[in-house]
Antibody, heavy 121, light 106 residues
Framework: QLQLHESGPGLVKPSETLSLTCTVS??????????WDWIRQPPGKGLEWIGN???????YYNPSLKSRVTISIDTSKNQFSLKLSFVTAADTAVYYC?????????????WGQGTRVPVSP | SYELTQPPSVSVSPGQTASITCSGD??????ASWYQQKPGQSPVLVIY???RRPSGIPERFSGSNSGNTATLTISGTQTMDEADYYC?????????FGPGTKVTVL
């Protein structure tokens, strides 16, 4: 059974880089059957798609975040990661990793439990 | 950029039908997904590819998508269905979520 688990620092300072990792179990990040996505949710607000990566390394990013986002994949650890640079208080959110089957029209079928990341001095 | 709109809230009595709309330009030409999120929990996929239910999602959840509007329908709504619901679609490989609709069962 596919499971995802986010991990990362509990606090990030303004202007620094937020780094999160999603550990995948029950499937391989090298599988051609999935996209691996990052999604966030500011406190009390809605969901925002950040970007995704395919096993080949191909990435797609939200245009509003593209200049600050990097998503990468580590097949040796069966993980994929998110880096968001030059963070501000507006980047305070719960960050989720999610999987999405490659078949057309599929949704984010598996989500991690989410990790809360405050941005504060 | 592509935008999706949803009503902020929908109220429904137990056992009745709740309909949640999601509007976007030519949304019917894209696939819509729907997510249920309860307080403090991760979202759960309830509808994908406009009309399909993942395994384990009750039959009372159904979806449609035509023209500029996708609709999530909850038939025979139960108190456990009280949650926030988000629609989602893809525009040029960019994921877009609607702002969410709070469903209150009372």
């Amino acid at each position: 059974q596919l499971q995802l688990h986010e991990s990362g620092p509990g606090l990030v300072k303004p202007s620094e880089t937020l780094s999160l990792t999603c550990t995948v179990s029950g499937a391989s990040v090298s599988s051609s059957n999935y996209y691996w996505d990052w999604i966030r949710q500011p406190p009390g607000k809605g969901l925002e798609w950040i970007g995704n990566i395919y096993y080949s390394g191909r990435t797609y990013y939200n245009p509003s975040l593209k200049s600050r986002v990097t998503i990468s994949i580590d097949t040796s650890k069966n993980q994929f990661s998110l880096k968001l640079s030059f963070v501000t208080a507006a980047d305070t959110a719960v960050y989720y990793c999610a999987s999405r089957p490659i078949s057309s029209g599929s949704g984010f079928d598996i989500w991690g439990q989410g990790t809360r990341v405050p941005v504060s001095p | 950029s592509y935008e999706l709109t949803q009503p902020p809230s929908v109220s429904v009595s137990p056992g009745q039908t709740a309909s949640i709309t999601c509007s976007g330009d030519k949304l019917g030409n894209k696939f819509a997904s729907w997510y249920q999120q309860k307080p403090g929990q991760s979202p759960v996929l309830v509808i994908y590819r406009d009309t399909r239910r993942p395994s384990g999602i009750p039959e009372r959840f159904s979806g449609s998508n035509s023209g500029n509007t996708a609709t999530l329908t909850i038939s025979g709504t139960q108190t456990m269905d009280e949650a926030d619901y988000y629609c989602q679609a893809w525009d040029s490989s960019t994921g877009v979520f609607g702002p969410g609709t709070k469903v209150t069962v009372l």
